[in-house]
């Protein structure tokens, strides 16, 4: 059995074109009186400084993970190089890898790149370290990567 009751005796029933209750209260806040509305000034200043946290530790890292990937592509460009056209010499190896750090706009890392001759294989390898400011304090990182042609 249903009861049908007149919507002028409903209470609360939405007039749509005031925006308003029947009764006169808005509709743009609900829950009792007294209950909070929105975010708090607290918690939302809390979450500007996570964020502008995050953002501070991120220009930092980014461009550190940049780099590192470059190195990689670098490393593997060579060893692409190296199966098309083999490499003679530990010296040929050098110039090749000074070429690729021109290119790559890597000249500062020249120095952190070993070529070493072991029998008739050829090393490559790069270790390098970055510093990361976490504010509180200064992490140091490495990085460190190999090739070995045959």
Known sequence: MTRTVPAEKEIGVMNWTSGKRKTG??????????????????????????????????????????????????????????????????????????NHLSINQLNHLRDSFTVREFGNDYIVEVSYERELNLLYETKTIKYANSLTLH
Not at 51 to 60: E, H, K, L, P
């Open 25 to 98: 209260k808005s509709t743009w806040r609900s829950g009792a009186p007294g209950e909070q509305a929105g975010a708090s000034a607290v918690g939302t200043v809390i979450l500007l400084v996570i964020a502008a946290y995050a953002v501070f530790v991120g220009i930092q890292y980014v461009p550190q993970m940049i780099e590192s990937s470059s190195v990689g592509s670098i490393l593997n460009s060579i060893e692409h190089e190296h199966r098309a056209e083999p490499i003679r010499s530990a010296q040929a190896l050098r110039g090749k890898v000074d």
